[in-house]
């Protein structure tokens, strides 16, 4: 069993930068892919960026690369999303997962993803 507690959002202007991190509870194996979703109002949640934990192989949404990016500190169980650039359509609750044995095509399926963490605000004004 793996928590996840994300932290870092707020409110932001447009242009702006924000970290976010997810911090868990055991360190994920090493078949473990991490990612971060977002869910913004009335819409559906969905995949942001993801990092194999071992190797640290990344894939992005195309609506925010070159603008995010993700990373993990393997000796203190984190992982990270460093937002620039920030655009009021960023504006969403933003989820950490984790799953097992992913491979690359379906580091975007969210039903693949076994354990969640609850949600930090992002908010960016016009």
């Known amino acids: 069993q793996v928590q996840l507690a994300e932290s870092g959002g707020g409110l932001v202007q447009t242009g702006g930068s924000l970290r976010l991190s997810c911090a868990a509870s055991?360190?994920?194996?090493?078949?473990?892919?991490m990612a971060w979703f977002r869910q913004a109002p009335g819409k559906e949640r969905e995949f942001t960026a993801a990092?194999?934990?071992?190797?640290?192989?990344?894939r992005y949404a195309d609506s925010v690369k070159g603008r995010f990016t993700i990373s993990k500190d393997t000796a203190k169980n984190t992982m990270y999303l460093q937002m620039t650039s920030l655009r009021p359509d960023d504006t969403a609750v933003y989820y950490c997962a984790a799953g097992e044995r992913l491979i690359y095509s379906t580091y975007d399926d969210l039903g693949r993803y076994n354990y969640w963490g609850q949600g930090t605000q992002v908010t960016v004004s016009s």
């Open positions: 055991n360190p994920p194996s090493s078949s473990a892919t």
């Open positions: 990092i194999r934990w071992s190797g640290g192989s990344t």
